[in-house]
């Protein structure tokens, strides 16, 4: 499985990142950006208390995943790697 490294997409998910990550921020937590695989999954890491908040992967799937397809709908999915 290879990694999507195309800078004008890469840089789409980063900005739809920094619009969520105040609300992240807000509640003592981050999200850091991993990579994009060719199968179109974007991998990223919750940090601070959102690695382990008790609701992180609604706020994954319900926040972060709807922001990014935004931006990029070719998006499947967004996964947290700390979960794998």
Avoid: H, Y
């Amino acid at each position: 499985m290879g990694i999507i490294k195309d800078k004008e997409i890469l840089d789409k998910i980063e900005f739809s990142l920094q619009e969520i990550r105040p609300f992240l921020e807000a509640d003592g937590g981050d999200i850091n950006f991993i990579e994009l695989t060719d199968d179109w999954i974007v991998k990223v890491k919750l940090v601070g208390a959102c690695s382990t908040c008790s609701i992180s992967m609604m706020t994954l799937k319900n926040g972060v995943e709807i922001a990014v397809k935004r931006a990029v709908p070719r998006v499947k999915e967004v996964i947290e790697i700390s979960s794998l």
